[in-house]
């Protein structure tokens, strides 16, 4: 049996991500490959708040087996002006009949599918230096016009 220690975890930030439609790129050989341009939105937790940045983008390839690869990158503005680059990697898997719901741009209950990312952080500002050495995963959802996250540092 394991004497390591089990992982728990804190809430960073609630984040609500907003977008364009996907524009889609086709067919590829690894599969399906589309574009969602981030417009803004907001984030809010016990230890930072601020917005979403315009700018932003989440590269998704739907492969063969039906799951949706994502990965974006965006900035955070803190409410004191900070600036934190987000990459954000994960996975959307639901059965056929919910992904066209979402991808139809239906919304969702969350419990339906699963999609889960594991973000990673940058800054330079001297108050969130401690996000450049966080783990963390996130829950979230996809919504009609964009996406919402429950980011957790994991302990």
């Given at each position: 049996m394991s004497t390591l220690p089990k992982p728990s975890f804190r809430l960073l930030f609630d984040c609500v991500?907003?977008?364009?439609?996907?524009?889609?790129?086709?067919?590829?050989?690894?599969?399906?490959?589309?574009?969602?341009?981030?417009?803004?939105?907001?984030?809010?937790?016990?230890?930072?708040?601020?917005?979403?940045?315009?700018?932003?983008?989440?590269?998704?390839?739907?492969?063969?087996?039906?799951?949706?690869?994502?990965?974006?990158?965006?900035?955070?503005?803190?409410?004191?002006?900070?600036?934190?680059?987000?990459?954000?990697?994960?996975?959307r898997v639901a059965n056929p009949e919910i992904s066209a719901k979402l991808d139809g741009g239906e919304d969702v209950e969350p419990s339906e599918y699963r999609f889960r990312t594991t973000p990673t952080f940058e800054t330079g500002a001297e108050e969130y230096m401690w996000l450049n050495s966080v783990v963390a995963v996130a829950s979230a959802a996809r919504r009609p016009r964009g996406a919402e996250l429950a980011v957790f540092e994991v302990l």
């Amino acid at each position: 049996m394991s004497t390591l220690p089990k992982p728990s975890f804190r809430l960073l930030f609630d984040c609500v991500l907003q977008a364009e439609p996907p524009k889609v790129i086709g067919e590829t050989p690894q599969g399906l490959r589309r574009v969602i341009t981030i417009t803004g939105g907001w984030f809010d937790g016990p230890n930072m708040s601020g917005e979403v940045l315009p700018g932003g983008s989440d590269w998704q390839l739907i492969r063969q087996d039906g799951v949706v690869s994502v990965e974006s990158r965006y900035m955070l503005q803190t409410g004191d002006g900070a600036l934190i680059f987000v990459h954000n990697r994960g996975v959307r898997v639901a059965n056929p009949e919910i992904s066209a719901k979402l991808d139809g741009g239906e919304d969702v209950e969350p419990s339906e599918y699963r999609f889960r990312t594991t973000p990673t952080f940058e800054t330079g500002a001297e108050e969130y230096m401690w996000l450049n050495s966080v783990v963390a995963v996130a829950s979230a959802a996809r919504r009609p016009r964009g996406a919402e996250l429950a980011v957790f540092e994991v302990l």
